[in-house]
């Protein structure tokens, strides 16, 4: 029999897990390996040492061992905003009128606003053991680099962050925060590095892009002593960190003997979702139990519903190593849609791999179906999501109303990925009826592909 379930799953300080849980440790058929854009050959972790800290360089390439222990400092770090509620959305439920029950795991608790923060305080403190003077990293809509400044700030390490001159324009808020943690803000392309100044040479006026500012970010940390890079999502070890969500998400339902039926989450880089299902997927994986795993992504950048298996270019400028993922072609630019962490043209190795192993779904959404799912969560349930989250709602509320269709009672658990108070000229578009609905055309996603290097 189940115990009540109350609005909201706190779990205690002691509950916080002691390790994060390494997904690839438990597959059969592994991800594959970076390779090095010059040799091909895959990365060694000598030269990953280059680019990232050596911990996190070896966190990167261990595809052995199923539990990696949290350091003290990190765990500590953690409990200022963890564990983090997973919630029963009783009211959304009702509103709905579904039989299903729904649960979502809130990211948002925190001053970055989002998930990021999980795995910016482990890159921060490895930098910080190694004796590293600070990281370079880029954003997008700004939300990694908020996460990272506030960690940065923490370890007092110094944080340069490239951020993409559109943001950095339309979006003054989320530098400011960046710049309230002490970290020091370049709009990208900019005259600071070779590869941005090629790319103002030949687009003068561009309003940048993240793969450009990953190419800068990257050169910047490989021309200065004592900085590494740091990247929010796609690889490996931001997977592994990010798998705390899960494993509280996991250890909530097993304490009131609920075992979901299916787990949805929004995919940029994937490292959300990857976390999030990261102990649902072991468990699957070692033929324990049997889950529905569905990955959402926009319509206007649909890497895993439309995109090629290959490996591929992790950044436009191509000085990244090169990682077997679904992509659109590193040379592709969505459209402007408002989830601006979910517009990267590939995939997470990791989740990948699953999908083509058919062990995970994917689904594409429309964005204003986004935003009216957003917005009829907020006034349900209260939190005004992120655009990005909102992807998951809405085919949480889907799934939700197929049940009630068919009278089942599915137990639905989602991933809340964070709080949207910086997006609000997006919900301005949408609220005056002038947000559109792009989907790239097959001739436009071709010219992507064609970008994708041949190897062999
Ligand atoms: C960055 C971001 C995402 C995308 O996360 P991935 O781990 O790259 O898939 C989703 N939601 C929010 C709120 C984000 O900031």
Known sequence: MNKEIPYKIYLDETELPNSWLNLRAFMTKKPAPLLNPKTLQPMTQEELSAIFCEELAKQEIDDTTKYIQIPKEVRDFYKMYRPAPLVRAYCLEKALGTPAHIYYKFEGNNTSGSHKLNSAIAQAYYAKEQGLQGVTTETGAGQWGTALSMACSYFGLDCNVYMVKVSYEQKPFRREVMRTYGAKVTPSPSQTTKVGRQILEEFPGTGGSLGCAISEAVEASQTKEGYRYALGSVLNQVLLHQSIIGMETKTALDKYGVKADMIIGCAGGGSNLGGLIAPFMAEQLEGKANYRFIAVEPASCPSLTRGKYAYDFCDTGRVCPLSKMYTLGSGFIPSASHAGGLRYHGMTSTLSELYDQGLMEARSVKQTEVFEAAEYFARVEGILPAPESAHAIKVAMDEAKKCKETGEKKTIV????????????????????????????EEELQKGFDGIPKLQ
């Open 414 to 441: 989602f991933g809340l990925t964070g709080t949207g108070y910086f997006d609000m000229y997006a919900y301005e578009k949408f609220h005056d009826g002038k947000m559109d609905d792009y989907i790239p055309t």
